[in-house]
């Protein structure tokens, strides 16, 4: 079932920011100022991701994170200085997946100095924050007990709808997480030392005795769609559909009648119709709050502000 090929187009997805609404402009941009770029890139990723398959799913996720606290400017790769950085909120990204952008970066910059690296670089000129806060991720990206409710309200506020909360979700299609991000639905769901009830019960039995055994237990990592955590594929969405979402988010999916429904068609389509749609919901993603012209700027080194 492992097909290289989806992890490359995960992969090149996140790297170019989604941004093939306007390909032309932006394959005018790499022509201009940097033509080798995408070949850089694409060389890279190519070389690296037999090493690294599981890469895709960090990349894609610090994506979403970027995008959600002050649009999609790479703020989410700077360092905390004397004021605690995005990077460092609680549940933070993982090192590899900082590591990978780092050497993308190092290699464009070699080639193209003072360029910027080809995450952010877009047609529409998008440009780097200057800020990152702690505070305001923590308040802005979802986090995994919200209910229906504060989800459709946090992707209201960046501009995306219940079809976008659907599509994008599907994302845990691969990727682990810390059974702290969960373990609560497993052990003390209300505090009386019970398990959430829309948890699959036969499911949170074997979480229970096989992955996370007790509810502090903070090193061991689960597969969120389990046997097919490596493949971008519709299974996330069964599993949702059986109440075996990982997280408080992933079941609150089936607790409003237009995302329940979405679900549905989802698994019953095809899965091109899958890729397409959320190809295009990444995009509208990764068009959040981009900054143009004289705002921000482009970084020399991604994890700091330019001196
Ligand atoms: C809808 C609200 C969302 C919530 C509450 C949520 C929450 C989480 C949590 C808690 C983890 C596990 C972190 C850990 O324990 O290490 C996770 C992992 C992940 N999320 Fe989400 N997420 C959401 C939406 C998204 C979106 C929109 C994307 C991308 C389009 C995404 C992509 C991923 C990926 C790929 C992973 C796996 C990362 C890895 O394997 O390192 N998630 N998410
Ligand atoms: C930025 O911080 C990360 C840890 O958050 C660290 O691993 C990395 O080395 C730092 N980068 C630089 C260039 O100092
Ligand atoms: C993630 O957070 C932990 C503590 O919560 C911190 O020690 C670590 O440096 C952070 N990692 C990154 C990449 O910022
Ligand atoms: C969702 O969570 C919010 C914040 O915790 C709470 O105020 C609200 O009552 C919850 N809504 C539902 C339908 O459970
Ligand atoms: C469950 O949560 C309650 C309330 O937060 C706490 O008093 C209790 O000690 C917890 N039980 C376990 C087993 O963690
Ligand atoms: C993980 O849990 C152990 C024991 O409960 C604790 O000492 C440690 O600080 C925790 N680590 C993190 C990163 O939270």
Not at 14 to 41: D, M, N, R
Not at 181 to 193: A, C, D, E, I, V
Not at 227 to 238: E, H, I
Request: charged fraction near 20%.
């Amino acid at each position: 079932m492992r097909n290289p090929n989806h992890y490359f187009k995960v992969l090149i997805l996140c790297i170019l920011a989604v941004a093939s609404t306007h390909a032309q402009l932006q394959l005018g941009f790499y022509t201009k100022s940097c033509p080798k770029a995408e070949q850089i890139i694409a060389n890279f990723v190519h070389e690296h991701i037999h090493n690294a398959p599981s890469l895709a799913a960090p990349l894609i996720r610090m994506h979403f994170h970027d995008c959600f606290v002050r649009g999609c400017d790479g703020s989410v790769l700077l360092n905390s200085t004397t004021k605690q950085a995005e990077k460092d909120a609680p549940p933070n990204l993982t090192v590899r997946g900082f590591d990978f952008i780092d050497r993308v970066k190092s290699l464009v910059e070699a080639e193209c100095p003072g360029v910027g690296g080809p995450y952010w670089k877009v047609p529409t000129g998008r440009r780097d924050g200057v800020i990152s806060n702690l505070v305001e991720a923590r308040s802005q990206i979802p986090a995994p007990f919200h209910n229906i409710t504060v989800l459709q309200k946090l992707f209201q506020d960046q501009g995306l709808g219940l079809k976008d909360l659907v599509l994008l979700s599907g994302a845990h299609t691969i990727g682990i997480s810390l059974c702290t991000s969960f373990s609560n639905r497993l052990y003390n769901f209300t505090g009386k030392g019970d398990q959430d009830p829309s948890l699959d019960s036969a499911y949170a039995k074997n979480l229970k005795t096989f992955k996370c055994k007790n509810i502090n237990d903070n090193t061991t990592m689960v597969e969120m769609d389990p046997g097919s955590r490596k493949t971008f594929d519709l299974s996330y969405y069964n599993q949702v559909s059986k109440r075996r979402g990982l997280f408080e988010s992933d079941a609150a999916l089936l607790n409003n009648p237009v995302t329940k429904s979405l679900v549905i068609q989802l698994l019953q389509g095809s899965l091109e119709n899958f890729y397409a749609e959320f190809a295009a919901s990444i995009e509208r993603m990764g068009q959040i709050k981009v900054k143009t012209g004289s705002e921000g700027e482009i970084r020399k080194h991604c994890a700091f502000v330019n001196s």
